[in-house]
């Protein structure tokens, strides 16, 4: 399906920062079809703990299509537990080659606490190379705004809470009602 057969979805905005010996994912809350904002408070950053093993999580993109997917990512953790590289290469490469999972819209951000990852569905299993991932329509804004607050004093929560105010005043598909979840490793 074509980007243009898509009824005028835009996606959100979502960030990790790892700073401190912490990482920390935010994301917006806001979901749009075209120029009308269908809800503002959706949770698109969740803790999760596949056989006790906790990480957390956020995506960007159909919330069907997300949900498949990490729940993929929770099977592949199961299977391999604490080894989150290893399961996000093997959900990557399930994404890249089987023709169901190909078809899902989504992008996720994924950390254990010690590592921190955006998984694609091109088959990429990427780690930032400055400790700040960004995706999703307003993921450039927060990105930039992110890597300039790096060298600061600011927490990795505080860089992820001012980051994603300047993505939501200039992206019109992010708000300011975020959800941040914190994990240490």
Same mark, same amino acid.
């Given at each position: %399906?074509?980007? /243009? ?13 790892? @700073? ?11 979901? /749009? ?14 803790? #999760? ?6 990480? $957390?999580?956020?995506?960007? +993109? ?10 993929? #990512?929770?099977? @592949? ?22 023709? !169901? ?13 010690? =590592? ?6 091109? +088959?990429?299993? #990427? ?8 995706? +999703? ?5 927060? #990105?930039?705004?992110?890597?300039? %607050?790096?060298?600061?004093? @600011?927490?990795?929560? =505080? $860089?992820?809470?001012?980051? %994603? ?7 019109? !598909? ?12």
């Amino acid at each position: %399906m074509a980007d /243009s057969d898509f009824p005028g979805w835009h996606g959100t905005t979502i960030i990790g920062v790892k @700073k401190g010996g912490q990482i920390v994912i935010a994301g917006d809350g806001q979901v /749009s079809l075209g120029q009308t904002v269908i809800k503002g408070t959706a949770r698109k950053v969740r803790r #999760l703990s596949p056989g006790g093993f906790e990480i $957390v999580a956020g995506f960007a +993109g159909s919330t069907a299509d997300a949900f498949t997917l990490l729940e993929r #990512l929770e099977t @592949k953790l199961e299977a391999t537990p604490g080894q989150l590289a290893r399961a996000s290469v093997e959900l990557a490469k399930d994404w890249r080659t089987d023709k !169901y999972l190909q078809k899902l819209e989504a992008m996720l951000i994924v950390t254990d606490g010690k =590592d921190l990852f955006v998984i694609t569905g091109a +088959g990429d299993v #990427l780690e930032p190379e400055h400790n700040v991932a960004a995706i +999703g329509s307003g993921g450039n804004f927060a #990105l930039a705004a992110a890597r300039a %607050m790096m060298d600061s004093d @600011k927490s990795a929560e =505080d $860089v992820a809470r001012q980051s %994603m105010a300047i993505a939501a005043d200039i992206c019109v !598909y992010t708000n300011g009602n975020l959800t941040v979840e914190a994990i240490s490793g």
